[in-house]
C-alpha cells in the first residue's frame, strides 16, 4: 500500500514539473492589461524541515519541525503617463521544539502600492500608501517560580499596525534597479500594547502620527535562470531628529532546484528604536515546494 502511494505521489509530482515548467500556474487567467502594457510576479511557497530523535544514544539531538507559509506577489501595469506597481508580501510559520513547544516564528503582513508618472526619463515623481501588520498574537515567554510556563500577549493583528503615505521623485533606470526619496507620514495604531504611546505623557496615547523622510531602495538580478538575488533597503527618519531613525534591509537569494521545489538563504537587519535600542538579525535557509502563480 505505501509503495503504491509513493508511485502515485511521484506521478503527480511528475505531472505538475511537467505543467509548471512552462509558466505559472494561473498564466492563462492573467489579465490582458498586465499581459499588454505590464508584468505580474506572484510565487506561494511552503517549507517543512523535520528532526525527531527517540532513544538515539549516537549523539545529542532535539527534536524538532518548522514549517512556513509564503505569498509574494509584484504586479506593474505601464501606461504613457504613469507605472502603477502593487506589492503583497505575506507570511506565517511556526516552530515547535520538544520541551519547548510551538511557537511562531514569522508572522508578516506587507501591503504597498506606488504610481510613478512618467515627467521624465529616468527622475519620476511618485505617490504611494504601506501597510503592514501581523496576522495572530505574538508572546513574550517566561517562567514561574516553580518553572511553569508564563505566555504574556505582546502584539497581535493592528497592535501594531502601520500605514505610511508618501509623494516624492525615484530614480528609476531599468526594472532591476529603483531608489526613491519621499515626504512621508508615518502613522501607528497600537490600542493596547503601547507601540504608538509616548512614555513622556501621562496619557496612554493609541495613535501616533510620524511626519519625516523615507527612502528606498530595491535591486533584483536574475544571476542565471535558476539562481537570482534581490534586496531591499528602507529607511525612515523622523523630522523629530536624526536619532529617530528606523530601517530595514532584507536580502534573498532563491534557487530553483526542479519546477516545484527551491532553496532559499535570507537575511535581514532591522532598527526600530521603539522595538528595541539594539539592531536585529534574521538569518535563515529554507528548502520547500514552490508554486509560480504567474
Known amino acids: 500500500m505505501k509503495k503504491s502511494l509513493f508511485a502515485i505521489a511521484c506521478a503527480a509530482l511528475v505531472s505538475a514539473s511537467t505543467a509548471f515548467a512552462e509558466g505559472g500556474m ?21 517549507k517543512y524541515t523535520r ?15 518548522t514549517w512556513l507559509v509564503t505569498f509574494d506577489a509584484d504586479l506593474k501595469a505601464h501606461w504613457s503617463v504613469a507605472d502603477w506597481r502593487n506589492k503583497v508580501n505575506l507570511e506565517y510559520g511556526h516552530t515547535w521544539t520538544d520541551g519547548f513547544g510551538s511557537r511562531k516564528s514569522v508572522d508578516k503582513i506587507f501591503i504597498e502600492s506606488i504610481a510613478d508618472f512618467h515627467a521624465f526619463e529616468l527622475f519620476k515623481p511618485y505617490i504611494g500608501a504601506r501597510f503592514e501588520t ?11 517560580e516553580d518553572g511553569n510556563e508564563i505566555k504574556t500577549t505582546i502584539s497581535k493583528f493592528m497592535d501594531p499596525g502601520y500605514v505610511t503615505q508618501m509623494a516624492g521623485i525615484g530614480y528609476f533606470p531599468n526594472d532591476n534597479f529603483s531608489t526613491r ?52 533597503l528602507w529607511a525612515f527618519i523622523n523630522f523629530k531628529g536624526f536619532d529617530e531613525i528606523d530601517g530595514k534591509w532584507e536580502n534573498l537569494l532563491s534557487v530553483t ?38
Not at 134 to 144: H, K, L, N, T, V
Not at 206 to 225: A, R
Request: charged share 30%; proline share 3%; aromatic share 16%.
Open 26 to 46: 494561473f498564466e492563462g487567467y492573467l489579465p490582458e492589461c498586465l499581459k499588454e502594457k505590464g508584468s505580474a510576479d506572484v510565487v506561494a511557497a511552503f
Open 51 to 65: 528532526m525527531d530523535f527517540h532513544n538515539w544514544k549516537q549523539e545529542s539531538g532535539t527534536s524538532s519541525s
Open 134 to 144: 501581523q496576522f495572530a498574537r505574538g508572546y513574550e515567554y517566561s517562567e514561574d
Open 181 to 232: 526619496l519621499a515626504f512621508a507620514n508615518r502613522m501607528t495604531v497600537s490600542n493596547k500594547y503601547h507601540y504608538a504611546d509616548d512614555p513622556d505623557t501621562e496619557k496612554f496615547e493609541k495613535f501616533k502620527d510620524e511626519p519625516g523622510l523615507e527612502s528606498v531602495t530595491e535591486f533584483k538580478y536574475s544571476i542565471t535562470d535558476l539562481v537570482s538575488f534581490k534586496s531591499r
Open 257 to 294: 532546484l526542479s519546477p516545484l521545489f527551491e532553496l532559499q538563504v535570507g537575511y535581514d537587519i532591522a532598527y526600530d528604536k521603539d522595538l528595541d535600542q539594539d539592531s536585529q538579525h534574521k538569518n535563515m535557509v529554507l528548502l520547500g515546494v514552490t508554486w509560480r502563480w504567474f
